[in-house]
Every structure is written in structure tokens, then in C-alpha cells.
């Protein structure tokens, strides 16, 4: 096995960093390649020593020494939050982030202005609010498609003139649109941003192509598929397109075969933002201190496993080599297993880009009830027959210590060769 790409089956938040991390430790991995989203993303990862870090734009391996980071075409990045990032990443002991990172310069860039102009959409919807993050990283995609001559990217953070006459731009046309924006001059934004180009190594496409022959990568996806920009339940989704579709051109563009494809799914059907959560159930015993309540997006939500969602999560992802099942250390006689609907026990993906199609499946889901199953007597054996896919690895807590492989597919080499 080489490469491997690892996807979240929810709604995000089911342990994609931990996973990533815990491939990092095990095997001898190059770089970690971020093919979605950006500085919205929220991967925990749990040190045995007790040191935690939310990855955001850099890979969920970093803690691992030599283990490079790059942030692809398809990535939003945000060097004012990457910059906070690292200085993070030095507090607990990882002083050398940015001199492992690369970056796409044909990258979209996410400025204040993004950021100012997406909180003030967000705050406009008043109770019909979509669970924004609030980071700017939709409205930098929503600019990018818009003005796609003209919208600031990374490379142009390599010429002062065309940066600040993009950034003008932009603050001029979202300033005409929203009225007068929360965020600084764009004076007083260039600085920082050539000094990212001055910090990090810049590259183009071509770039990848070469680098994925030195050794092993892992694609690490944001955010879950049933966000997708596409398939998700809109308007409660992401500007991103969450499945391995990204992960697979940029691998197809370098001449390298599919990466094994791994699905992260969580024992408890999460959600933190507005929109469809089926089996939701408050009463269940459960908090996660990683992800609190926000002004954003809200509070974190539980759910009961949702089958029927995961399955139309695989079906939009295209199948999985191998599933990761985190958090059974979760599991207890008040969890259950929704294998059906009220509705239907089955959801059926439509073509990319029909929205109202989409939204007529979140309206089907808003009304939906979940029927209940009592929790199976092993989780991992109950996931892997209702999903029709192998569970590959198994996690019952935060560290990469707490995971067990299960089966060749994901076995260290070490035991591999011992085998």
C-alpha cells in the first residue's frame, strides 16, 4: 500500500485528524496532503503525553517529526489563521511547522474580507441560519466563482502591486454589496500576507506530481460527505466538495493509481451546526470538549448511528477500501442503531448540482423519524454488515495508542513483514 486517502462518512467531526495521526505513527508517511476546505476545519489530535492540537490547515500528522504538509489547489488558505496555527504548534513543542509546508500557489486565499462578509450574511439569516463556521471560506469560494480572473489566490502574495489591487477589488465589491465591513484597510493587510509568501514554499501544480514518488502520502479530507457542496442537504452544507473526488484528480494528474480509501465514521451520529440530524437525542449522556457550543455554528449535537445517512454517505463517496469506527468507547446500553426511517431505509444520490433536488431531500429529512434498533452486541461487526464495508480500524479514545487495526489493509508494516 502507498498512498491512502481518509474521508469523514458524517457530518464531520468523527475523528479524521486522530486517524491521521495514528497512520503518521505507524508508518513512515511524507506529507500529508489537504485536497478540501480550509481554516474551518477542526481535527483534534490527542498526544499520549496529554499535548492537543485542533489541525486545521496543516496535516493531522505535523506532530510527527519530518512529516510535511501540503495544502493543494483545492484548499482555501487563510495565512493569518495558518500563522495563529502555527504559533500553537510551538507551544507544544512543534517549532518547525512552516518549514514543512508547501502550498499551491493557484490556491484561493481567504482574506478578512471573506471573512467580515461571511459573518455578515450569516448574522442577516437571523433563525434560518446554515451553520457557517463564520471563517470566510464559502465566501471566498462563492468570490472566486464569480471573479475568477480576479480573485486573490496565493501566488499573487509574491507580488505586492497585484495583491493590493486584488484586495481593493474585493473589499470595494463585497463593501458595495453588504455596506461597510468589520475588517482593516488593505494597507494594513499586505504585510502580512507577504510575509507568508516570504515564510512558506510556494509551488505549482507540476510540483505534486513529482513528489508523490518519494514515498507515502495521505490525503486527509475536511468536514464529512454528507456536507458535500453537492450531495449534501443544502443549504446546510459546505462550499467544498468533501468526497475523495478531489484526492482522486490530483492523483490521477500525477499518473499515480487510486489511493486506499478510508471512510472515518463515529459511533455517535454528530452534527454541530444547523440542518438535518435525524437520529438526534438530546437526552443522551454525552459531551465532546473539543467541540463546544459557538456563536456560529451552535452547540454540538448527538445523535443516535444513523445507518440510513451512512450508506447514502458511501454511496455518494463511491465506496470505501476499509472503514475507521471511532469513539466506541462511547458505547452503552443508551446508544442505539437506526438501520430505517419512518420514511424509507434508504437514500438515493441524485446528479451533481441539483439543489433542489437537495433541498427537497432536507425537507424529506426535517420531517423523517428514526426506528431504533437495541445497540448490537459488537458495534464494529453490526457497522461493517449494515454498510456493507470492512471495518479496518477501531478507536476507543483520543491517542493514536487507543486504535487497533484490523485485518492487512491497514496493518502496520512492521507486522506486516512479521506476518
Known amino acids: 500500500m502507498r498512498h491512502v486517502a481518509v474521508v469523514d462518512l458524517g457530518y464531520g467531526d468523527a475523528?479524521?485528524?486522530?486517524?491521521?495521526?495514528?497512520?503518521?505513527?505507524?508508518?513512515?508517511?511524507?506529507?500529508?496532503?489537504?485536497?478540501?476546505?480550509?481554516?474551518?476545519?477542526?481535527?483534534?489530535?490527542?498526544?499520549?503525553?496529554?499535548?492537543?492540537?485542533?489541525?486545521?490547515?496543516?496535516?493531522?500528522?505535523?506532530?510527527?517529526?519530518?512529516?510535511?504538509?501540503?495544502?493543494?489547489r483545492h484548499v482555501v488558505v487563510d495565512p493569518l489563521a495558518l500563522a495563529a496555527e502555527a504559533d500553537h504548534l510551538a507551544t507544544v513543542g512543534v517549532t518547525d511547522a512552516l518549514?514543512?509546508?508547501?502550498?499551491?500557489g493557484d490556491a484561493l486565499l481567504a482574506t478578512p474580507y471573506h471573512r467580515a462578509a461571511n459573518q455578515a450574511r450569516e448574522i442577516a439569516r437571523g433563525a434560518d441560519r446554515h451553520g457557517s463556521c463564520g471563517l470566510g471560506v464559502g465566501e471566498t469560494v462563492a468570490y472566486g466563482l464569480a471573479h475568477p480572473d480576479d480573485a486573490p489566490r496565493v501566488a499573487d502574495c509574491r507580488s505586492p502591486t497585484?495583491?493590493?489591487?486584488?484586495?481593493?477589488?474585493?473589499?470595494?465589491?463585497?463593501?458595495?454589496?453588504?455596506?461597510?465591513?468589520?475588517?482593516?484597510?488593505?494597507?494594513?493587510?499586505?504585510?502580512?500576507?507577504?510575509?507568508f509568501a516570504g515564510r512558506v514554499a510556494i509551488v505549482d501544480g507540476s510540483w505534486l506530481t513529482g513528489a508523490l514518488r518519494a514515498g507515502t502520502y495521505v490525503f486527509e479530507g475536511a468536514q464529512g460527505v454528507l456536507l458535500d457542496e453537492w450531495h449534501g442537504f443544502h443549504p446546510y452544507t459546505t462550499w467544498s466538495t468533501t468526497t475523495f473526488a478531489n484526492a482522486d484528480s490530483l492523483l490521477a494528474e500525477a499518473g499515480q493509481p487510486r489511493a486506499t480509501r478510508i471512510g472515518v465514521l463515529r459511533l455517535v451520529t454528530t452534527r454541530h451546526g444547523a440542518g438535518p440530524l435525524v437520529t438526534e437525542d438530546p437526552t443522551l449522556p454525552l459531551a465532546d470538549p473539543h467541540n463546544p457550543t459557538n456563536p456560529w455554528q451552535g452547540r454540538f449535537r448527538?445523535?443516535?448511528?444513523?445507518?440510513?445517512?451512512?450508506?447514502y454517505a458511501l454511496a455518494v463517496a463511491g465506496g470505501v477500501d476499509g472503514l475507521a469506527l471511532t469513539h466506541l468507547d462511547l458505547a452503552g446500553p443508551e446508544l442505539r442503531i437506526c438501520r430505517r426511517y419512518d420514511t424509507t431505509d434508504r437514500l438515493t444520490p441524485g446528479p451533481p448540482g441539483d439543489l433542489d433536488r437537495q433541498?427537497?431531500?432536507?425537507?424529506?429529512?426535517?420531517?423523517?423519524?428514526?426506528?431504533?434498533?437495541?445497540?448490537?452486541?459488537?458495534?464494529?461487526?453490526?457497522v461493517s454488515a449494515e454498510?456493507?464495508?470492512?471495518?479496518?480500524?477501531?478507536?476507543?479514545g483520543p491517542t493514536a495508542d487507543d486504535k487497533t487495526p484490523h485485518g492487512p489493509l491497514l496493518a502496520p508494516p512492521a507486522l506486516v513483514g512479521a506476518a
Do not use: I, M
Not at 433541498?359 to 464494529?380: G, I, K, Q
Open 99 to 104: 518549514d514543512r509546508l508547501t502550498v499551491d
Open 162 to 195: 497585484l495583491l493590493r489591487r486584488r484586495l481593493t477589488a474585493l473589499r470595494e465589491r463585497l463593501t458595495a454589496e453588504l455596506g461597510p465591513l468589520d475588517a482593516p484597510p488593505v494597507e494594513d493587510c499586505l504585510p502580512a500576507f507577504t510575509g
Open 302 to 311: 448527538f445523535g443516535h448511528f444513523d445507518a440510513v445517512a451512512h450508506r
Open 359 to 382: 433541498a427537497a431531500l432536507t425537507a424529506r429529512l426535517l420531517r423523517s423519524r428514526p426506528l431504533y434498533d437495541d445497540p448490537p452486541a459488537d458495534w464494529a461487526e453490526a
Open 387 to 396: 454498510l456493507d464495508a470492512p471495518v479496518v480500524l477501531t478507536s476507543h
Open 15 to 72: 475523528g479524521k485528524g486522530t486517524v491521521v495521526d495514528w497512520l503518521c505513527a505507524t508508518r513512515p508517511v511524507h506529507t500529508v496532503v489537504r485536497f478540501n476546505g480550509g481554516a474551518q476545519a477542526a481535527h483534534n489530535v490527542v498526544l499520549r503525553d496529554g499535548r492537543h492540537h485542533t489541525f486545521a490547515q496543516f496535516g493531522a500528522g505535523t506532530f510527527h517529526p519530518g512529516v510535511r504538509t501540503h495544502l493543494s
